[in-house]
């Protein structure tokens, strides 16, 4: 279901973002992979280690790494 969902969400992002360009409106997504929240904490190391085989950077992200792109995002830099 998390899966199919995010899917969902960048596809109406890509549609949105073709769509309302002619009218110079930009659409942008933010889509997170695996951040550290007090849900992943409660994920064994076994867990932990199997997700960051898949995880270019071997490292997982923290929240401000989101904030910090929603941020740029949502102003006019």
């Known amino acids: 279901n998390y899966s199919a969902s995010k899917a969902g969400i960048i596809g109406m992002s890509?549609?949105?973002?073709?769509?309302?360009?002619?009218?110079?409106?930009?659409?942008?997504l933010v889509s997170p992979g695996f951040i550290v929240s007090p849900m992943t904490d409660k994920l064994t190391e076994a867990q932990k280690n199997k997700m960051l085989e898949n995880i270019p950077m071997k490292k997982f992200g923290e929240p401000n790494d989101v904030a910090n792109i929603v941020y740029f995002l949502s102003s006019n830099e």
């Open 14 to 28: 890509k549609s949105l973002a073709i769509e309302y360009s002619k009218k110079k409106i930009t659409i942008n």
